[in-house]
């Protein structure tokens, strides 16, 4: 019997195509199976490469990059158009409350291409004049070009904004694109090729392919020898597979990593915003965003009024289905995730932990028993070693610490392999400047979290990535620079 759901197909050279492998697309809420997937081969991922290379020699390659900012915002005119489309797609894979999708994921998405096709109408090249030893007044100008094909890859947590995020510079600069999204969302990645289809740009200029990662689609589109650079968001583990193989050919990469970041309150700090900022920053997205933060240090004489504080506010956070009236916290991606997580949680308690809430799963008595939950949770009395203090759990927990002194707690702050970023809470703006120096990340929030502005670098040091996107910085990782010297 033919299956009634939905079957996500594969975009390439400008058309949708179905192949013979599948995978099926799971919901987080109740395990229920809500699609199939078509799965690329090495065959799917060469037709990909080859056609982003014919679009490179044809319309798309010779396109102006005013004429790539119209396309842009007709790609955002069109998601738009579609928005509660993309509202269900990513909630139905994600399972992450309607509300964070609307005004989070969906929006970010229609700014990603809005912001990119403004900065590439802007961006210039730059101009030098010398004078040459035969006394002739000699210039030198830059050229923006496109590397040629780009191969994004992005992961499950923030599904549509992440890959608009890598997307839309891509496409600004000229780039031909050939995207994997992560297997547990493939739904809003497809919208979006639709989206694109409709926005009418020429075959080939963008592909969205289908599957997982080792032995499958990611590893054979970031080994095709025809990708020019690729631009990756996920683990840092798959960070260091996926170098190993632009290795071979010298290709350009740009890695957004994984995280083990820290919030940080002084005793000055307005108490009652620090404590909404930090629930905010260890469980918004069940605590799955790179920039959460899973190590909080509290300075001393404030510590025990914070945990208690923090203690009654994740008891209070609801979790629930998507479409539930003030629902806080959804599941987590899968199942197989959940257990990662709980292995944390039995390691935490082997290591000394003092669960000051949840550590559990939440029971509903529905159909919710078969979906991917679990409690926030709150640990206190890890040693600064432990694998739960050093580790990235990526899901809702933190480990509170109290300290006494600025050079302990930016020591401690920095001695992690990773540095995404971190957030302080202090009413000492000279002391906010003075500990932002000082820690080892990409980026610091003073007095809140996860507030962009979409032209700031964003990346991390050590584990945490290679490079810098975000604004003027994606445009230079999007591009090759061409010098002209020119002596009339
Ligand atoms: P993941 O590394 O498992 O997967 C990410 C993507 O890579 C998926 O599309 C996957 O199919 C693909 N992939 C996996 N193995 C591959 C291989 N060998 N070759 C090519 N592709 C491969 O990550 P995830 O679990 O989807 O995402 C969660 C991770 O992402 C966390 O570590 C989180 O911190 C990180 N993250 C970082 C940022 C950031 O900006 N720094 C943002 C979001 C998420």
């Known amino acids: 019997m033919p299956s009634s759901l939905p079957l996500l197909r594969h975009y390439i050279d400008g058309e949708f195509v179905a192949s013979a492998k599948r995978f099926s697309n799971i919901s987080p809420v109740d395990g229920s199976v809500i699609g199939e997937v078509c799965e690329a081969g090495q065959d799917e991922i060469d037709r990909a490469v080859a056609a982003a290379q014919a679009a490179q020699a044809g319309a798309w390659g010779r396109s102006s990059a005013n004429e790539r900012a119209d396309a842009l915002l007709r790609i955002a005119a069109a998601i738009e158009r579609r928005f509660e489309e993309f509202v ?193 920053s260890s469980f918004t997205n069940s605590g799955q965003v790179c920039l959460c933060s899973e190590r909080v240090y509290v300075e001393r004489p404030i510590f025990e009024r914070f945990v208690t504080a923090l203690k009654a506010g994740a008891e209070k956070l609801k979790i629930g289905c998507p479409d539930e009236e003030g629902v806080d916290m959804g599941p987590l991606i899968s199942r197989a995730h959940r257990d990662k997580v709980l292995d944390y949680f039995a390691l935490a308690r082997g290591e000394g932990a003092s669960f000051v809430t949840g550590g559990g799963v939440p029971r509903f008595g529905d159909a919710r028993d078969g979906g991917a939950w679990v409690q926030p949770t709150i640990w206190t009395g890890l040693a600064d070693d432990a694998r739960c203090v050093r580790e990235e759990v990526f899901g809702p927990v933190c480990h509170v610490a109290p300290f006494d002194a600025d050079d302990e707690v930016v020591r401690r702050v920095n001695d992690s392999d990773y540095g995404l970023c971190a957030a302080l809470w202090t009413r000492d703006l000279g002391r906010a400047h003075a500990l932002s120096r000082r820690f080892r990340v990409g980026m610091v929030w003073v007095n809140t979290w996860f507030l962009r502005d979409l032209r700031t670098p964003f990346g991390g040091v050590g584990l945490s990535g290679i490079g810098r996107e975000g604004g003027r910085h994606s445009l230079d990782f999007y591009s090759e620079l061409t010098t002209v010297c020119v002596n009339p």
């Open 88 to 280: 269900a797609a990513e909630v139905a894979d994600t399972g992450r409350p309607l509300k964070q999708a609307r005004t989070l994921d969906v929006a970010r998405g229609v700014q990603n291409f809005r912001s990119f096709a403004e900065l590439v109408r802007q961006a210039g090249g730059e101009f030098h004049e010398m004078r040459a030893l035969d006394g002739n007044d000699v210039f030198s100008y830059t050229l923006r070009k496109p590397h040629g094909v780009v191969a994004v890859i992005s992961p499950w947590n923030l599904p549509l904004l992440l890959l608009t995020w890598k997307v839309a510079p891509a496409l600004a600069c000229g780039n031909s694109v050939v995207a994997k999204p992560s297997e547990e969302t493939p739904s809003s990645a497809t919208l979006l090729a639709e989206v694109i289809h409709e926005a009418g740009l020429p075959a080939g200029a963008f592909n969205l392919v289908h599957g997982f990662g080792p032995g499958s689609a990611g590893e054979f589109l970031t080994r095709h020898p025809e990708v020019d650079a690729i631009t990756f968001t996920g683990e840092s583990r798959t960070g260091e597979t996926i170098m190993r193989a632009a290795a071979t050919g010298v290709r350009e990469v740009s890695f957004e990593l994984g995280g083990k970041n820290a919030a940080v309150v002084l005793a000055d700090a307005d108490f009652d915003k620090a404590v909404a900022g930090v629930l905010r």
